[in-house]
């Protein structure tokens, strides 16, 4: 935090510790518990974000108990949020822990890229940020879908990557080729490892694309010291911005699903309409 009123950008490891914490708390829904728990609503408001950058999994309105025994999947209404919604679930009612995996893999994107889920201002309006970041994680570059204020800060490319494409994996068309939440929270551990295992910031550094990058119009994940974290858009030369903040409370505990809410500390996720 930079103060009582200051604002800090998130950086890279923040990002990929968010994920971290998010994923664990997703993987113990599925398979720390008996019968498992698919949560069908997971999105960037439904994660919330602690005074540490600890993220805790919140709201289970939409919580669907997951398949038993041989079973693959539950049949259900579909429930849930635009830009998330998994399309297998969509096109078949048939809901699954792949599900959640698939919602996780547009956040994974978002962290990289802080673009929205779905972007309105396309003359497209289905123009979904998997169709836009895939072209170019799938070439092995990750700076031109880079949050632009990543580009400006020491940033370990490295681990944005891997990040990016673990999320294009986990939105594959098919359920079963998607990875489990238990494996995508391991590679995110063991990618950060082998990242800052010779360093302890890895191998960083700024972008030489930065200053072209940021007379774009694009967004960024932000820390903000009255209400937390925010992801917030904006276009660099104005800093005209539309944001939802999110801030910290802790919520879920590995050993138990209880609700625990530190209600002084309780602030949610609110969207500021346009």
């Not at 359920?175 to 302890?200: D, S």
């Not at 030369?237 to 002084?264: C, H, N, P, Q, Y």
Request: overall charge negative; some cysteine; charged content about 25%.
């Amino acid at each position: 935090m930079t103060g009582k009123r200051g604002r800090q950008y998130l950086t890279w490891q923040q990002r990929v510790n968010i994920a971290i914490g998010a994923a664990k708390g997703i993987a113990h829904l599925h398979d720390g518990i008996q019968p498992s728990i698919i949560h069908r609503d997971i999105k960037p408001s439904n994660i919330l974000i602690g005074e540490d950058f600890e993220s805790k999994v919140s709201d289970f309105g939409l919580v669907k108990s997951g398949p038993t025994g041989d079973q693959t999947h539950v049949s259900t209404q579909i429930k849930g949020t635009a830009g998330y919604l998994d399309p297998a679930y969509c096109s078949s009612c048939h809901l699954s822990h792949f599900s959640d995996v698939y919602s996780f893999g547009v956040i994974l994107l978002q962290l990289v890229s802080a673009r929205p889920a779905v972007d309105a201002s396309r003359r497209n309006s289905n123009y979904h940020v998997i169709d836009w970041a895939r072209p170019y994680l799938e070439k092995g570059d990750v700076e031109d879908i880079l949050d632009a204020n990543l580009l400006i800060q020491p940033c370990n490319m490295e681990m944005m990557l891997k990040m990016g494409q673990l999320g294009l994996r986990c939105v594959v068309k098919t359920p079963k080729n998607r990875p489990t939440m238990a494996e995508v929270c391991y590679e995110l551990q063991e990618g950060l490892f082998l990242t800052t295992r010779v360093a302890p910031g890895g191998s960083l550094r700024c972008s030489t694309r930065s200053i072209e990058k940021l007379g774009e119009s694009s967004q960024s994940i932000v820390t903000n010291g009255d209400h937390g974290v925010s992801l917030e858009k904006f276009k660099v030369d104005d800093m005209e911005s539309d944001s939802f903040e999110a801030t910290s409370f802790r919520f879920f505990e590995a050993t138990s699903v209880d609700i625990d809410l530190i209600k002084d500390n309780l602030y949610g996720i609110v969207e500021h309409p346009k």
